[in-house]
């Protein structure tokens, strides 16, 4: 306690210091409480069509993609089951089987089954609107 | 708090040397006191104006998630015993498989087969445990199965299941790591007709397991 006696220096850093604890307090108020995540910005649509990337981050946490991949961006995601899917927006491949887009990432996420029978990746039961915010969030990853 | 201990300290400066340590002293005290007043009435304030989310169908902050998460992994590291003298038997892969299968995969799905779509709507979700025998040890994975884990899905199964079957369902879910998907559906079908010790047997050949056992 004995340092205490020197901080603040000046009336400025004071008032600094004092705002940025307030600051401070607020922010982890908001985080605690959840303030702000509630409604995901409609902007964060990549074009009209297309899935929505904010929306895919949580369909992607719900979905537990996680526990078997590596996903930037996701928390937790560091599985080592499948192939970690950072930079995934700049694959060539799904897979090694598709091409690598939007519309076939969602169909890869719905039907892993059938495009590659007896692959370790279960067909996720996402819904069409789903699976397109999930790709949606992966193709963003470059 | 941060008040308290400023307004002492501008009258400090402009007193006598001499003097300083005890209005300090008890700036610091009036400061932590009052400090510690107000997380007080912070939290009752945040819990009774139901400002945290409750809400499964939003999802953790970042900031909750990685505090409950961690909070939950130094937990069971700590609490979870020592795996030293601890032996598997090869049988107990079958008999695990068969617990498994009836009692953990509607939740955390298997190796090529998904789990119960309604399991998305639990926050947090379950994880697939394909990757489990690399995260956890056997006892923590023992600890993690009978004493369940607080404020999620998980229940306590010590309540339901026997130690010795608790056991073979971590030996099961060990050697679920780098099981096939057809590996599984074969289990599941050799089961079905009772040839469950054979399997045992042969599974214990192919399976491979990172941890010594």
Redesign the interface.
Known sequence: ?GQ??TW?RS?EG?NE??LR?AAA?LLL?F?????G??APAPSNATRAGAGNITEGE?VI????C???HYIPGI??AD???GPPLNRFGRRAFIAGMLPNSPDNLAYWLRFS?KVVP????????LTQREARDAAAYLESLR | MTLQRTSNLSADTAGARGTRRRPLLWGVLIGWVSGGAAVGIGSMVVMQSGLFDIRASTPHLFVVGWLTHHTMIRSVQVRAASDSGRRFMPEQIARGFRLYDSHCFACHGGPGLSRERWVDGLTPTAPYLLDMARQWSPSQLHLIVADGIKMTGMPAWKFTLADGEIWDVVRFVRAMHGMSPARYLQMRATAASGGESALGVANYAHSRAPHPQ
């Not at chain 1, 007896?118 to 039961?125: D, F, H, Q, R, V």
């Open positions: 306690m205490d006696m603040p009336k004071r210091a004092g604890g307090v108020l985080a605690l409480t959840g303030c995540r509630t949580v946490v719900r979905a537990a996680g526990s078997c928390f937790d599985g080592r089951v089954q007896g692959n370790a990746m279960p067909n996720t039961e």
